[in-house]
């Protein structure tokens, strides 16, 4: 079974090719990340207008080096949320236009089941169930996958993701956008013990996240310093910054695992490209006992890979759309358990 995929969710113009549900043969991915930088994020009717632009030439690319032509194609499978709607829009019409045309069966995919499944192409022996950490651009959510297409919320961010902390953070700190590998890489030259920034809604039993506040925390640490003529170094705001994000994320997971009398952490998204949040949960789970998986780099931020390996796997539960699928900006991950 072929299934091609199509990613246009945010900045990320994608198309992929899979062979059943976890053999990539191609996974091309077009970035607008030095377009919007000069904005300090992403502008949305710029990011539509580059996905019209890119759209068909990436899934060209995506079937030139899988080395299969559209009519071997047996179903096509879509992010239709969540995400940026006109963005979201240009992938879903790509989408709609070729099923219609090929006459093939249309898959509609939540970008969020996506970014977990990444890790069923990292890991082919990964199995369900585990409790997924997702840390994205926009998110920041413990899931329980129980199986292949049952999914439970066990706590989210009240407000910011942690992506989002990191990119304003680096954004003030007038590192280019977007500032999670920025911040990651100067961390490395940093004291993360130079400043206690605050770890919000950290204890026992509590599952929700709050990033707005820390970085509220680090703006000030930044003004404050700036008024009194003080000189920053900025590679200890950020270890430091880093390490409370990391320490409240390590610290939710691992009670999330043990709730969930399971003994498999999965990391997602984005944010789970960061050298330090993976080197310290790699030993923070050893030491618990828990296994842990996560994707590697390019499978870790926005890709139409994890969308075809979700589509696979809804295809096989029959969940297929038809052509009134619409995009779908605040499409949810689950319901809570
Ligand atoms: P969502 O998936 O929630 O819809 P998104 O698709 O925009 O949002 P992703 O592509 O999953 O988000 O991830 C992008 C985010 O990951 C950005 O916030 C970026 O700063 C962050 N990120 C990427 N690499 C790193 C890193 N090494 N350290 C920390 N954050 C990182
Ligand atoms: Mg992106
Ligand atoms: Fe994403």
């Given at each position: 079974c072929l299934t091609l995929a199509i990613e246009s969710s945010c900045?990320?113009?994608?198309?992929?090719?899979?062979s059943g549900g976890r053999i990539i043969l191609s996974n091309v991915i077009s970035t607008q990340i030095p377009?919007?930088?000069?904005?300090?994020?992403?502008?949305?009717?710029?990011?539509?207008?580059?996905?019209?632009?890119?759209?068909?030439?990436?899934?060209?690319?995506?079937?030139?080096?899988?080395?299969?032509?559209?009519?071997?194609?047996?179903?096509i499978g879509v992010t239709y949320g969540p995400g940026l709607v006109g963005a979201l829009l240009v992938g879903v019409s790509a989408a709609k236009a070729l099923a219609f045309s090929l006459d093939i069966?249309?898959?509609?995919?939540?970008?969020l089941e996506g970014h977990i499944f990444a890790n069923f192409l990292a890991h082919p022996e990964l199995k369900p169930p585990f409790v997924a950490l997702v840390v994205s651009g926009g998110?920041?959510?413990?899931?329980?996958?129980?199986?292949?297409?049952?999914?439970?919320?066990i706590g989210q961010t009240r407000d910011d993701a942690a992506g989002e902390a990191f990119d304003k953070v680096a954004r003030v700190m007038g590192l280019p956008y977007p500032g999670g590998p920025q911040i990651d890489k100067l961390a490395k030259l940093g004291n993360a013990d130079a400043i206690a920034f605050p770890q919000a809604l950290s204890g026992k039993g509590n599952f929700e996240f709050s990033f707005s506040g820390l970085k509220s925390a680090v703006l000030n640490y930044l003004h404050n310093a700036e008024q009194?003529?003080?000189?920053?170094?900025?590679?200890?705001?950020?270890?430091?910054?880093?390490?409370?994000?990391?320490?409240?994320?390590?610290?939710?997971?691992?009670?999330?695992?043990e709730k969930a009398g399971l003994t498999k952490l999965v990391l997602a998204g984005g944010v789970a490209a960061n050298s330090a949040l993976e080197k310290q949960l790699k030993?923070?789970?050893?030491?618990?006992?828990v296994e842990f998986y996560y994707p590697n780099m390019i499978l870790c931020t926005d890709n139409a890979a994890m969308i075809g390996c979700r589509a696979y796997y809804q295809s096989l539960m029959g969940d297929f759309a038809n052509l009134y699928l619409n995009a779908i900006p605040n499409l949810k991950l689950t319901d809570k358990e």
């Open positions: 900045d990320e113009t994608s198309a992929a090719v899979l377009v919007h930088q000069k904005f300090g994020g992403v502008v949305p009717e710029i990011a539509s207008r580059k996905h019209i632009a890119n759209i068909m030439p990436v899934i060209d690319e995506a079937l030139r080096q899988a080395q299969v032509s559209l009519t071997d194609i047996n179903q069966p249309l898959i509609g995919v939540n970008h998110h920041t959510s413990l899931v329980h996958v129980k199986d292949y297409n049952t999914f439970y919320l009194k003529g003080e000189i920053v170094n900025k590679a200890d705001v950020a270890a430091s910054f880093q390490k409370a994000v990391i320490a409240v994320l390590i610290d939710k997971a691992l009670q999330a695992v030993a923070s789970t050893e030491a618990a006992g």
